[in-house]
C-alpha cells in the first residue's frame, strides 16, 4: 500500500541470472506468507542475481488472485529496495488468455513497481486462431501497445497445450519497441541461435563480453543449458533451479565469460544434475529441496500435492551435490 | 445487485436439453452486451431447454473476471425470472487451477443465483501431481466439500491439456453428496455407459421414460451425438449447438423417448451435419451463424479473431440447413 | 502353399460382430502358433460372428513379417473354410507408410484369401504432408486404385499420432468404388451420424432391420459402445473384446434390431465394464484374461511384457463377469 | 552381391560430423536410384564428414523393405570403399517394433557392412508398458545382446508419438557393452549436459580436444545447436543438414576446437537460419533444395508429396545462403 508508482525508476535488463521466485504459503491457511517472499529475494539478490521474476510457473501465479499478485509483487519490490537492490528489476508474469486480462494484469504489475512483463501465448482457443501465427502475433503487438511496461514474451510449450513459438514469430515480434526479450524454455537451442542472430543487432568480435543491456534479451529457460544459451549469443538465463543455486548459476556465467570453459563445464555438470530433480518434480520438488536444506520452502496450494517422506527424502539426496556446490561459492 | 440470495429456490436437474450460453460484448468496447445475454437466454427457455450455463467454453468464461462472470450469471438469472422461467436451474462454470479458487467460484455463482457448478480438472501443474487420479480425486472432493452449490464434472480433455477423467475416476466421485452429475465433452460414449451403469442406483425397464431428476445426471457434450447419449442411458446433452438449434435438439429427445428412432435418426443426421460447422469453428463460428441467421451474436474478446467475409458466408451456408429445420419446428 | 487364389470367392461384408484376432505365438520361441489361430478363428466363427480381422492391433501386425502376416491370414482362411465357414470373409490389416508398401501388403493379403484391406493412413512423415487431408486422401485413393481387393479405411488416431480423419475426408473417400467401409476406433459418434447419412444411399425407416450389405460398411471400433454405433446407423462393429465375448456383442446386436432396448442396454452395461479391462490393458490384458477363462492366449511379442501374477490376478476379476454371462449364451 | 561380410573392419566412431544420407529413388518408377545414393555418400566423404547413416528419417527407413534397406547399405558401403572412404563407418537404421525384427535389421546391416545400429524406442504399444522405462531398457539390452553390431540410441519423440527417453534411461543404458552412443535428436542440451557428465569416462582440461573415439558417443541431432553440443562435451552431431552444407557443418566444429567462437557463432548463424529450411520441410525441402542447388534430389516416395513450384522457388532461397557459404569452402 505504501508503494509509490513514482518509483518506477528504469531498471535495464542486463546480462546475467534471473529467478522465478516461488510463491510462499502459510502451511495451515494457504495465505501469503509474505515474510518469506521478502527474505528469499533479498537472499537471490545478495547472491548477486540481476533480476526476479515474480508469477512465472514457479511463482504458482495460476493459483493466485489479481490482489495476491500485487501483493506478491509489491512485497518483493520493498523487500529488494529496503536491502540496498533498488536498482534490480522485477518481471512479472501477465499471461492470460484475452487481451484485455493481459493488459490488466501489465498495468496492475506496474502499478505496484513491475518493470517488466512476462507474457505466454493465449493457447486456450488456439484451435480457432487462423492461421494460428497471425492471431498470436496480433496478440503480443496489441498487449504491447497497451502496457505500461515492457513486454518478454515466454516460450513454453509445456504450459500452452504444446503451442511452440517458432523463430520466425518471436523475430517478427521483436520488432515492436515495446517487446524486449524472450525466455526459451523450450530448450531449443537451434532457435535461439536464430533469435540471436536476427535480433542482436551490432556484431561483436567477442562473446557475451558486455555488461550493457543488449537490444533483445534472449534467456535460456532451464540452469541445465547455462552454457548452451551463452555460446549461442544468449544473454543469461531465467530458470528456477536458481532458487537453489544462485550462485552456482551466475559462477557458471562467470567462468564461461572468462574463458575458463573446463571449470565451466565441470559447474555446468553439477547444475545439470541437480536440475533434474527440480525438473521432475517442479515447484514441489523445489520447495522440498529448500525446506530441507534452507529450512524454509513450505507447501504448493492445492490441489498440488504435498510430498510424502519418501519424496522429501529423494528430493534432498537430489540436491545435496547441488546445496554443497552452492555453500562452498 | 438487485440479485437476492434468497431466491436460491431448489432446482432440480431433470432429463432434458442443456445449454452453455455464450458471452455477448459490444463490438466496439468489448464490454459485457447484458442485453443480448439477458434475451438469448429468455430464447433458449422459450424453445423449451431444461438448464443454461454460464462460463463453459462458449460462455468464454477465461475471457472474464470474476465480477463479469457474476454480472452474466445474475443477468441471466434475473432475465429467466421476469420472463417467467424462475424454475430453470443456471449451471456455472467454475473451473480454476486452484482449490481455493474454484471454491471462489462456486461462492460467487452462488451468491448471483447459480445453481450448479460445472468443474473442469486442474490441469496446468498436471506432470507434478502423484498419481494423477488421486490428486484429482481429492480436488473435486475438497471443492465438492467447500461449495455450497453441487458440483458437476466437466470432462473436456481438449481444453485442459488432454486430461481425460476415466469411469472409474467419475464413478468414485459421483459418491461424494455434493457431486451429482457430468458432463462428458470427450464423446466417449462406452464411458457413459459405464457411468450410467455405476450410478443409475435403480434400474428402470424403459430408457428415459421418467422426466424426474436422476440421482447422478449424465449429459452427452455435443448434440452431434445427442441418441448415441439416450441409448446408453444418458440424461440429456449440454451442448453448444442448442444455442442455433434448441428445438431440434428437443425434438430428437421427444421422437426418440417416443420409441420414433427412424425420424430421430433423420433430425439427428440434420444436427450432426450442422454441428460440424460449430465444432470446426467453435465460438466464432457459432457467434457467427447466429449473426447471419438470428441477427445477433456478434465478435468474441480479443485474441479469437474476428471471422473474414468468406468464413462468414461458408458458416451461413453450413447452417442453412439446421436454421431451416429450426424455424419448422 | 496349398492356397489357392482362384479361391477368391465374393465374401460380403454384412451387418453384425467382427473381430480383430490376435496372433498365437510359442511362449518359448515367439514364432506363430498357428493352431491356437486356426482354432480361435473357428471358435469365433461358431460363435456367429460375420467376419474376421488379422492384423489389426490386437493381430500385433506391427510385430510380424510379411511372410508371418501371410501365414496368418491363410491359416485363419483354411481354418474357416474346413469348419464350414468359407462365406465368412476375412479383413487383413495392410497399413503401412509408403503407397507402394501398402499395395503389397493389399496384393499379398489378397494372395492368400485376404477379401478386405483395413488401412491406417500414414502418419511418421504428417508434419511434411501439405495440406495434410489432400495427401491422406491421394494415399488412400491411390491405394484403392492399385489394389486387388476393396479397402476399409481405419481410423484410430492412437495408433497414428493422433492423426484423426475427419468425417469430410472419411465421407470423400468412400466415393471410390474400392473404399467400402471405415472402422472408428476414435469413439467418435458424432462423426459415425455424419459419414452413415452421407453414406447410406437408401434411405430405410426401419433401423438396422436389413441384413444385406450397406454400399458403405461404418463400424464402430470397440464393443463398449455397440448400442452407440447402431442407433446412428452403423452396421456392426470390429471390436477386439468380442475375441473374449463374441456372443454378447452378437446378442446386444440381436436384442437392438428387436427393439429390445432394455435388455439390450443391460447387456451392454456387463460388455462396457468388461471392455475397460480390455482397453486398459490392450492385446497383454486380452491375452491374459484368454488364457485364465478360456486356457489359452499366451504371451504377446518383446518388448511387449509378460503380466506379473498380480496383473493376471486383476485381469481373471476384471473378466469374470463378462465370460460368465458368455457362458450363458 | 559382391559384398564380403568378412570386410567388416573396425570402424571407430570419431568426434566429427555424421551426416544421415537421404535415399534417392528414380522419378517415374520408384525404385532405388543407386547411382546417386552412391555418388552422395561419395560426395560427402570427399567433404570430410567421418561417418554416415543410412535409414534415418531422412533416408526414409520407413518407406523400403528389407532388402532395399540392405541395397542402400551395400551400395553405400561400396562406394565409399571404391572412393578410398573404406575407413568411414556407416550407421545403419534399425528401428522396429519387435524385439525380433530390430534384431534382424541389426544383423541384415551386419551382412552388408553396416558398422553400427541406430534404434529408436518401439512406441506403438506404449501404453501397454509397465512401467514405461522398465520395458524400454529391456528392449534395448535384449537387442543389443543380439546384435551383432554395436547399437546407438536414437532419441527422437517426434518420430515415436512424443516418447522422450530421459538422461536416467540413456545413462543405465549405457553401461551396456554393446551400447556405445546416442543421438539426440529432442534438442534438449540439459539432458546432453547429464549424458556426458555420466559417461565420459575421464575428465580432460580440454574441451572437444582429443579426436579419438569416446567410451560412449553423444552427438547433437541437429546442426542448428552444433555448438551447443560441443560446449556440453558432446562429440559432435548427426544432422540431416550435413547432406546440404557438410563443409560448413565441419567448419564449425574446427572453429570451436581452435577457439575461434566469433567465427564459429557466425558460421552457426548461417547453419541455423540454413537449418530452418530443412526443419520446415524436412526431407522434401532437403531433397528440394539439392536438386535446386547441386542438380540432384528428385522427389521422395508417396505419399511423400512432390513439391510445387513455389515451395521449389522458397525452399532455394532459403538455402541460398548457406549454399553460397558452402561453395567458398
Given at each position: 500500500?505504501?508503494?509509490?508508482?513514482?518509483?518506477?525508476?528504469?531498471?535495464?535488463?542486463?546480462p546475467g541470472v534471473y529467478v522465478p521466485t516461488p510463491c510462499f504459503f502459510d502451511p495451515v491457511t494457504e495465505d501469503l506468507?509474505?515474510?518469506?517472499?521478502?527474505?528469499?529475494?533479498?537472499?537471490?539478490?545478495?547472491?548477486?542475481?540481476?533480476?526476479?521474476?515474480?508469477?512465472?510457473?514457479?511463482?504458482?501465479?495460476?493459483?493466485?488472485?489479481h490482489s495476491e499478485r500485487q501483493t506478491v509483487t509489491s512485497t518483493t519490490r520493498s523487500a529488494l529496495n529496503s536491502a540496498g537492490f533498488s536498482h534490480?528489476?522485477?518481471?512479472?508474469?501477465?499471461?492470460?488468455?484475452?487481451v484485455r486480462e493481459t493488459v490488466q494484469y501489465c498495468r496492475e504489475?506496474?502499478?505496484v513497481g513491475g518493470d517488466y512483463a512476462l507474457v505466454l501465448p493465449p493457447a486456450y482457443y488456439a484451435g480457432l486462431f487462423a492461421p494460428a501465427s497471425a492471431s498470436v502475433i496480433e496478440f503480443f503487438q496489441t498487449v504491447a501497445d497497451q502496457s505500461p511496461i515492457p513486454i518478454l514474451i515466454y516460450n513454453y510449450p509445456g504450459?500452452?497445450?504444446?503451442?511452440?513459438?517458432?523463430?520466425?514469430?518471436?523475430?517478427?515480434?521483436?520488432?515492436?519497441?515495446?517487446?524486449?526479450?524472450?525466455?526459451?524454455?523450450?530448450?531449443?537451442?537451434?532457435?535461439?541461435?536464430?533469435?540471436?542472430?536476427?535480433?542482436?543487432?551490432?556484431?561483436?568480435?567477442?562473446?557475451?563480453?558486455?555488461?550493457?543491456?543488449?537490444?533483445?534479451?534472449?534467456?535460456?529457460?532451464s540452469a541445465d543449458f547455462t552454457m548452451q544459451s551463452l555460446i549461442g549469443g544468449g544473454h543469461g538465463i531465467l530458470a528456477g533451479l536458481a532458487n537453489i543455486s544462485p550462485k552456482a548459476c551466475i559462477e557458471i556465467m562467470r567462468l564461461y565469460r572468462e574463458g575458463n570453459?573446463?571449470?565451466?563445464?565441470?559447474?555446468?555438470?553439477?547444475?545439470?544434475?541437480?536440475?533434474w530433480t527440480a525438473i521432475q518434480g517442479g515447484i514441489v520438488s523445489t520447495k522440498?529441496?529448500?525446506?530441507?536444506?534452507?529450512?524454509?520452502?513450505?507447501?504448493?496450494?492445492?490441489?498440488?500435492?504435498?510430498?510424502?517422506?519418501?519424496?522429501?527424502?529423494?528430493?534432498?539426496?537430489?540436491?545435496?551435490e547441488l546445496f554443497a556446490l552452492e555453500k562452498s561459492l
Open positions: 500500500a505504501s508503494f509509490d508508482p513514482e518509483d518506477n525508476m528504469p531498471r535495464h535488463l542486463v506468507d509474505t515474510a518469506t517472499i521478502a527474505s528469499h529475494a533479498v537472499r537471490l539478490a545478495q547472491a548477486g542475481v540481476v533480476g526476479l521474476a515474480t508469477q512465472g510457473s514457479n511463482g504458482e501465479a495460476v493459483h493466485l488472485t534490480i528489476p522485477i518481471i512479472v508474469g501477465c499471461g492470460a488468455q484475452s504489475a506496474y502499478a504450459a500452452v497445450s504444446g503451442m511452440d513459438l517458432s523463430s520466425d514469430v518471436i523475430i517478427q515480434l521483436s520488432a515492436h519497441p515495446n517487446i524486449v526479450g524472450v525466455k526459451l524454455t523450450c530448450g531449443n537451442t537451434g532457435k535461439l541461435n536464430r533469435i540471436v542472430a536476427a535480433t542482436k543487432g551490432t556484431k561483436s568480435s567477442k562473446p557475451q563480453s558486455s555488461s550493457a543491456a543488449p537490444p533483445f534479451l534472449v534467456l535460456g529457460g570453459f573446463a571449470e565451466a563445464q565441470e559447474m555446468q555438470e553439477v547444475v545439470a544434475r541437480g536440475d522440498s529441496g529448500m525446506q530441507s536444506w534452507l529450512g524454509y520452502g513450505g507447501y504448493s496450494r492445492s490441489p498440488l500435492p504435498r510430498p510424502t517422506s519418501e519424496q522429501n527424502a529423494k528430493w534432498k539426496e537430489g540436491f545435496r
